[in-house]
Each structure stands twice: as structure tokens, then as C-alpha cells.
């Protein structure tokens, strides 16, 4: 079993730069892939990003590229997002989630934490 517990989430305008974390408890994290996804309102939940269990992989949704980075310490058992050049359309709650495989879709992951909300002012 692997807790997740994120935290980092706000508000902050348009522009702007956020960094959210996600602290994992229980079975090894290094072992697992980590994602991040998000789900605004009255939509699904959508993939953000993706980090391999070293850290040498990563993937980012293309409404992310170039503005959010992934990265993870293992040591601190503990997974970012770096989110920059917020626009308002990143206004979503937040989840990390962690798996057996690096991967963008959600069912690859099998522990998810409950979220952190982040809102973008224009």
C-alpha cells in the first residue's frame, strides 16, 4: 500500500508559478512511476505528467510541454510539479498518482492521492 498526500496548491494569476508536491508513505517509492493529472470542472480527469521510477523518463501532456516540469527525490519519497506560465485553463484539482509502469493513462496507476486544488486568475 503507498499513501500519497499532495500539497502546493493556490491561487495565483495568470502568469504565474506554482510548485506542487506529492509525499508518499508505506511500500518502496522508489519502485513506482509517478503521474500527475488534473480534473477541471465538469470535465475528466486528464493526464499531466509522468516520471519513471529513476527519474531518466518523462512525459508531459501537450498542454503542459514547456511550461511544467516533473521531478522526483527519491530520498524524501516525494514527487513535484513544477507549473509555470500558468494560463487559466489549468485551473483543476490536482492529483498525484503512482504505478507499476511510466505511463499516461490512469488505469496504469494504482494509488492515487486526493488531490490539491489549484486555481489561475486572468
Known amino acids: 500500500q503507498v499513501q500519497l498526500v499532495e500539497s502546493g496548491g493556490g491561487l495565483v494569476q495568470a502568469g504565474g508559478s506554482l510548485r506542487l508536491s506529492c509525499a508518499a508513505s508505506?511500500?518502496?517509492?522508489?519502485?513506482?512511476?509517478m503521474g500527475w493529472f488534473r480534473q477541471a470542472p465538469g470535465k475528466e480527469r486528464e493526464f499531466v505528467a509522468a516520471?519513471?521510477?529513476?527519474?531518466?523518463?518523462?512525459y508531459y501532456a501537450d498542454s503542459v510541454k514547456g511550461r511544467f516540469a516533473i521531478s522526483r527525490d527519491n530520498a524524501k519519497n516525494t514527487v513535484y510539479l513544477q507549473m509555470n506560465m500558468l494560463k487559466p485553463e489549468d485551473t483543476a484539482v490536482y492529483y498525484c498518482?503512482?504505478?507499476?509502469?511510466?505511463?499516461?493513462?490512469?488505469?496504469?496507476?494504482?494509488?492515487w492521492g486526493q488531490g490539491t486544488q489549484v486555481t489561475v486568475s486572468s
Open positions: 516520471i519513471s521510477w529513476v527519474g531518466s523518463i518523462t
Open positions: 508505506g511500500r518502496t517509492f522508489s519502485r513506482y512511476a
Open positions: 498518482a503512482a504505478g507499476p509502469s511510466t505511463a499516461a493513462v490512469q488505469n496504469s496507476y494504482e494509488y
